[in-house]
């Protein structure tokens, strides 16, 4: 396989910085949280890579462990949206905005 | 280039071709069915990686489990369905800031000699990462089962009608 370290970090690099705009610029909550997910899929490239790189299956552990992390987020994230919904709230994160003062 | 090269670069190009798709679509479906395109292809990435278990649950978790619970709220929720990609004005400041991690991540990812070092073509077995798993990060995946469990109480909690009294807005226009 002639692929360097560098080109799966290059991958990872680029998912994770479009998962940040995309928390960054998008409105929907939904939205923001698929950001999120993207950031923490970069991050379990990252852990693929390297444990192939030394050699060392610790990596593959990890990736586990992370996706039982973001599985736990998206599930509380969206429990949380369709309660500020139901509760008379907005999708939209600037909707939410009472401890923002008169601004 | 070997065929699993080959294979490499097509899943990478696939990964961050849906991921900027999934990123300025403004129709909420079409930015989820997007996004499980990344996270098929990020689990293919894996398998090529040599990680076929990782690569497996991720189609299976965040493919079929995480993104189908986004489906299921939009559509619960009736989320308003724009068109089109979004407008290019609110992306200016992410996007310059975006470029700029970038170039710094590349400049590291470059500068770094174990960068270079040609990865083998190597399948570690589903039953070997089961074992570090458990043996070595037991504590770990205890303390994600705690987690996981307290997410689904919360979300039990959350998501249960009330049983009296009038609602409290918690956010929006009518806070």
Same mark, same amino acid.
């Given at each position: 396989?002639?692929?360097? *370290?560098?080109?799966?970090?290059?991958?990872? %690099?680029?998912? @994770?910085?479009?998962?940040?705009?995309?928390? %960054?610029?998008?409105?929907?909550?939904?939205?923001?949280?698929?950001?999120?997910? @993207?950031?923490?899929? %970069?991050?379990?490239?990252? @852990?693929?890579?390297?444990?192939? =790189?030394?050699?060392?299956?610790?990596?593959?552990?990890?990736?586990?462990?992370?996706?039982?992390?973001?599985? =736990?987020?998206?599930?509380?994230?969206? %429990?949380? *949206?369709?309660?500020?919904?139901?509760?008379?709230?907005?999708?939209?994160?600037?909707?939410?905005?009472?401890?923002?003062?008169?601004? | 280039?070997?065929?699993?090269?080959?294979?490499?670069?097509?899943?990478?190009?696939?990964?961050?071709?849906?991921?900027?798709?999934?990123?300025?679509?403004?129709?909420? !479906?079409?930015? $989820?069915?997007?996004? !499980?395109? $990344?996270?098929? /292809?990020?689990?293919?990435?894996?398998?090529?990686?040599?990680?076929?278990?990782?690569?497996?649950?991720?189609?299976?978790?965040?493919?079929?489990? #995480?993104? &189908?619970?986004?489906?299921?709220? #939009?559509?619960?929720?009736?989320?308003?369905?724009?068109?089109?990609?979004?407008?290019?004005?609110?992306? !200016?400041?992410?996007?310059?800031?975006?470029?700029?991690?970038?170039?710094?991540?590349?400049?590291? #990812?470059?500068?770094?000699?174990?960068?270079?070092?040609?990865?083998?073509?190597?399948?570690?077995?589903?039953?070997? $990462?089961?074992?570090?798993?458990?043996?070595?990060?037991?504590?770990? &995946?205890?303390? $994600? /089962? #705690?987690?996981?469990?307290?997410?689904?109480?919360?979300?039990?909690?959350?998501?249960?009608?009330?049983?009296?009294?009038?609602?409290?807005?918690?956010?929006?226009?009518?806070?």
């Amino acid at each position: 396989m002639n692929v360097p *370290l560098s080109h799966v970090l290059a991958v990872a %690099a680029g998912l @994770f910085v479009i998962g940040g705009v995309m928390a %960054a610029s998008r409105r929907s909550i939904l939205l923001i949280l698929i950001g999120v997910e @993207f950031m923490l899929t %970069a991050g379990s490239i990252v @852990f693929a890579g390297a444990a192939l =790189a030394w050699g060392n299956i610790d990596g593959q552990a990890a990736i586990i462990i992370v996706m039982g992390l973001a599985a =736990a987020e998206a599930g509380l994230g969206l %429990a949380l *949206l369709v309660h500020g919904r139901r509760g008379g709230g907005s999708v939209d994160a600037d909707g939410y905005a009472r401890l923002g003062g008169d601004a | 280039m070997t065929p699993l090269g080959a294979l490499f670069y097509l899943l990478a190009a696939v990964l961050l071709g849906a991921a900027v798709l999934a990123a300025t679509r403004r129709n909420p !479906v079409h930015a $989820v069915c997007c996004a !499980v395109a $990344v996270f098929l /292809s990020a689990g293919g990435l894996m398998a090529v990686l040599g990680a076929p278990l990782p690569g497996v649950l991720m189609a299976v978790v965040y493919a079929g489990a #995480i993104m &189908v619970l986004f489906l299921f709220i #939009i559509m619960l929720l009736g989320l308003t369905a724009g068109d089109g990609p979004l407008p290019t004005g609110r992306l !200016v400041v992410p996007a310059t800031l975006a470029a700029a991690t970038l170039v710094a991540l590349f400049a590291l #990812i470059g500068a770094d000699p174990t960068g270079a070092r040609l990865l083998p073509a190597a399948m570690a077995a589903p039953a070997a $990462v089961g074992r570090v798993l458990f043996d070595t990060y037991w504590l770990a &995946v205890e303390a $994600v /089962s #705690i987690l996981l469990f307290a997410a689904l109480a919360a979300a039990l909690l959350l998501g249960r009608g009330r049983s009296g009294g009038r609602a409290q807005p918690t956010g929006g226009p009518a806070a």
